[in-house]
């Protein structure tokens, strides 16, 4: 089975601080992974994901994560955060050696809220 | 840009109502799914599809059913509401099958069991 923990329902950062939101992950064979964030009244969008080669991923709006195997974590990170970075952050898992390696499992989310 | 479209906005249902979502997708894709979030719980999936006809239970399937006539199109079925299925559902669709695919969201339905 696969599965995603985000340790922490709230992040609070000041504007220009680095940000980072944890996740990590359980899967039993190798794993696809994923951020998306969900902004107030709209759906999720795309940030980022892991799928081999290079640990570090960057993504949107100057978004990146770094993949570690040996901690099974995907945490995302910013070196400078705006306020409209605030939303609802998921980390999300396929275990591609599962039998349905469509299926993706969602983390229980974070909420960033960084301050002006 | 691929659209997923989710019907409704809100819905209010009452209990032993029958219930349908529906989603349509316009990038002729092969999979699609349905979610719902939950305060604290995350997006748990119900149910996906990875062809017409063809249906797979998710994490959380009691309670549901779904239809893909068409590729575009993905229903979700309250066979009867009940109020512990209050929450927001969100739809989505990827394409592929060798799972790095992104998936792409609806913007949800917020679905009231009264």
């Known amino acids: 089975a696969q599965s995603v923990a985000q340790p922490e329902d709230q992040v609070n950062v000041a504007e220009g601080n680095p940000l980072t939101v944890k996740c990590t992950y359980s899967?039993?064979?190798?794993?696809?992974l994923f951020w998306y964030v969900q902004y107030p009244n709209r759906g999720l969008q795309f940030l980022l994901k892991?799928?081999?080669?290079?640990?570090l991923v960057k993504g949107s709006y100057g978004f990146e994560a770094e993949f570690n195997k040996s901690q099974t974590s995907f945490h995302l990170k910013k070196p400078s955060a705006l306020v409209s970075d605030s939303a609802l952050y998921f980390c999300?898992?396929?275990?591609?050696?599962?039998?349905?390696?469509?299926?993706?499992?969602f983390g229980s989310g974070t909420q960033l809220t960084v301050l002006p | 840009d691929v659209k997923v479209t989710q019907s409704s906005r809100y819905l209010v249902k009452r209990t032993g109502e029958k219930v349908f979502l529906e989603c349509v997708q316009d990038?002729?894709?092969?999979?699609m799914f349905w979610y719902r979030q939950d305060p604290g719980l995350g997006l748990r999936l119900i149910y996906f599809?990875?062809?017409?006809?063809?249906?797979e239970k998710g994490d959380i399937p009691e309670g549901y059913s779904v239809s893909r006539e068409k590729k575009e199109r993905f229903s979700l079925i309250l066979e009867s509401a009940s109020t512990n299925q209050t929450s927001m559902y969100l739809c989505?669709?990827?394409?592929?099958?060798?799972?790095?695919?992104?998936?792409?969201f609806g913007s949800g339905t917020q679905l009231s069991v009264l």
């Open positions: 990038m002729d894709h092969e999979n």
């Open positions: 989505a669709s990827s394409p592929g099958q060798g799972g790095s695919e992104k998936l792409f």
């Open positions: 599809s990875y062809d017409v006809k063809m249906k």
């Open positions: 899967v039993s064979g190798n794993p696809y």
């Open positions: 999300a898992v396929r275990d591609i050696s599962s039998g349905s390696a469509r299926q993706l499992t």
């Open positions: 892991y799928i081999t080669g290079d640990n």
